[in-house]
Nanobody, 118 residues
Framework: QVQLVESGGGSVQAGASLRLSCTVSLRTPSSYVIGWFRQAPGKEREFVAAISGARTTQYADSVKGRFTISRVNARTPVYLQMNNLKPEDSAVYYC????????????WGQGTQVTVSA
């Protein structure tokens, strides 16, 4: 059974940092790409960052230089270190998984709220 569980959200002031964690339960985790997405009220869900089993990373332009996605290995949590947070980063953050050969993130966590005040 595939399960993704996010944690680490909270309320902070602009300029602060947070680290989100995504605990992944997959039979072959090294064969999956893990991504972080976010959705703010009234807006569409958007891609934030992703990391492959080989630890190749990808970022949205809006978070480059501020956010870092990482994992020690395919069986450890995937982290999203968020620095210099801005009010526009406020959203529900979701982690998701897709097989390496697919473009569809078919597995999703329940989300964790991040609120950044000015």
């Amino acid at each position: 059974q595939v399960q993704l569980v996010e944690s680490g959200g909270g309320s902070v002031q602009a300029g602060a940092s947070l680290r989100l964690s995504c605990t992944v339960s997959l039979r072959t985790p090294s064969s999956y790409v893990i991504g972080w997405f976010r959705q703010a009220p009234g807006k569409e869900r958007e891609f934030v960052a992703a990391i492959s089993g080989a630890r190749t990373t990808q970022y949205a332009d809006s978070v480059k230089g501020r956010f870092t996605i990482s994992r020690v290995n395919a069986r450890t949590p995937v982290y999203l270190q968020m620095n210099n947070l801005k009010p526009e980063d406020s959203a529900v953050y979701y982690c998701a998984a897709r097989p390496s050969g697919s473009s569809d993130f078919g597995y999703w966590g329940q989300g964790t709220q991040v609120t950044v005040s000015a």
